[in-house]
């Protein structure tokens, strides 16, 4: 027996192999091939992708080729039955990176087989749908979460702690924006991008941010967008989303937040994309600037299209180490190793007898837990339905959530 066989073992599998499956899961997948998964309370753990599933399976075997001596060869399987044909393979927990209006599906078919699931930003577009994977991840006693890797952002986190420990005293409004190069919308998602809005895709991100980091019940929603430029004036495929959230806290106080977004930015940008963040409290302001964070680059002929002037080395880089090792890091596949650590927990970090306990103890973790998001989902479906509305020519619908159900005025 070699040593790699007595090792626990701890097998992943994928649905969806585009731009965030080679951006974070490919060089986190890589790497802990090399150099295994540790901790005291599982040990020397071997995490390992053995099956891929994905629509046209072409993205998949061009990994299977480039990643050879990398990672082992794994299954891939295409078309409408390969889920259920990635999930024969009996993977510990499998991740959906598929695009936002298909998750549900595979996250429910990995659910029902009793398998962990990782599903990407935003979780799912409807409260039915949240409630629905929550009720089969509790009964069928696996972990369902979900990807927000802003909130591994050393910034953030910093900012979550000012708040934490009342450095900082209630926030009264926000402003944040994210804005995506047009690129994005008219070749990376072409496939996929009729019917769909930049807000679900980005602002997510923000949304998540302000409910984790200031708690506090969402009221309402408001939304509007601008088109013409991805799809027609009058369509439901949008360029850019302006979005505001009213939240109420145990206080009885008030605060609105502003999320604007787009995916129409020029491509000659000096950055991958547009980030700001702006809060202000009771007692101070918090101003963060994730694009311009202090380095400036210039390049004959590469910068600003092939390289940006302003580089995020925080989210996923590529490195050469002090010690001469190549690397790919940062907070992007941080989360996803983070989530392997969680299943490690859970699957070989102690007695079977004591497994729903582990189960409990990573499921109070709420930054990630999918039972924690219903709140984000409540924005989004939000957001969906007033951008649904003004696509038939109803604008300027107000969305009100009760902590059980939207209702549209
Ligand atoms: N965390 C982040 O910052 C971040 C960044 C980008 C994307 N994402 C999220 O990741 C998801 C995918 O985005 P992307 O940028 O990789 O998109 P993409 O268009 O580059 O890739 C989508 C992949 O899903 C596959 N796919 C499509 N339909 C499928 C189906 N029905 N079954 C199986 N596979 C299917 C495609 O073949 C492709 O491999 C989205 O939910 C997006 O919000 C997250």
Redesign the pocket.
């Known amino acids: 027996m070699n040593s790699q066989s007595v090792r626990p073992q701890v097998r992943a599998g994928m649905?969806?192999?585009?731009?965030?499956?080679d951006?974070?899961y490919r060089p986190f997948f890589e790497s802990v091939h090399e150099k295994g998964l540790y901790d005291r309370r599982f040990g020397d753990v071997d995490v390992t992708m053995v099956a891929v599933?994905?629509?046209?399976g072409q993205?998949a075997d061009r990994y299977l080729a480039q990643s050879a001596g990398k990672v082992p060869a794994f299954h891939s399987f295409r078309g409408d039955d390969?889920?259920s044909q990635m999930l024969a393979e009996k993977p510990t927990f499998a991740c959906v990176?598929?695009?936002?209006d298909?998750?549900f599906?595979?996250s429910k078919a990995i659910l029902e087989a009793g398998v962990h699931l990782l599903v990407?930003?935003?979780s799912v577009l409807s409260l039915a749908e949240i409630d629905e994977l929550n009720g089969i991840a509790e009964r069928n006693g696996v972990l369902a979460r979900v990807?927000?890797?802003?909130l591994l952002d050393p910034d953030h986190k910093k900012l979550r702690t000012l708040v934490y420990d009342d450095v900082l005293k209630h926030v009264n409004n926000g402003y944040c924006s994210l804005l995506e190069p047009r690129q994005i919308s008219g070749s990376?998602?072409s496939?996929?991008i009729t019917g769909r809005n930049p807000g679900t895709?980005?602002a997510v991100?923000y949304i998540k941010l302000i409910d984790f980091t200031f708690g506090g019940r969402l009221k309402t929603v408001t939304c509007t967008g601008q088109r013409g430029l991805v799809g027609a004036k009058d369509g439901n495929t949008w360029d850019s989303v302006q979005l505001r959230l009213i939240y109420e806290y145990s206080s009885g106080r008030e605060a609105a937040f502003d999320i604007h977004t787009s995916w129409v930015t020029p491509d000659n940008f000096p950055g991958y994309v547009e980030q700001e963040v702006q809060f202000r409290f009771d007692n101070g302001n918090w101003n963060g600037h994730s694009r311009k964070r202090g380095v400036e680059l210039t390049v004959e002929n590469l910068t600003p299209l092939k390289m940006k002037n302003t580089i995020n080395n925080h989210y996923n880089g590529s490195f050469v180490e002090p010690w001469g090792e190549r690397s790919q890091r940062g907070y992007?596949i941080e989360v996803i190793e983070r989530f392997a650590r969680e299943i490690a927990i859970v699957e070989h970090g102690g007695s079977n007898s004591e497994r729903s306990q582990r189960l409990s103890e990573i499921r109070k973790l709420d930054y990630a837990d999918l039972s924690a998001d219903r709140q984000v989902v409540a924005a989004v479906e939000a957001m969906e339905l007033i951008l649904a509305e003004q696509a038939k020519g109803n604008p300027d619908r107000v969305a009100r959530y009760d902590g059980k159900k939207i209702t549209l005025h």
């Open positions: 649905v969806g192999m585009g731009m965030i499956f951006e974070t599933a994905t629509k046209t993205r390969a889920v990176a598929t695009p936002d298909r998750h599906d595979a990407e930003k935003p990807v927000y890797h802003k990376q998602f496939e996929w895709y980005v991100h992007g």
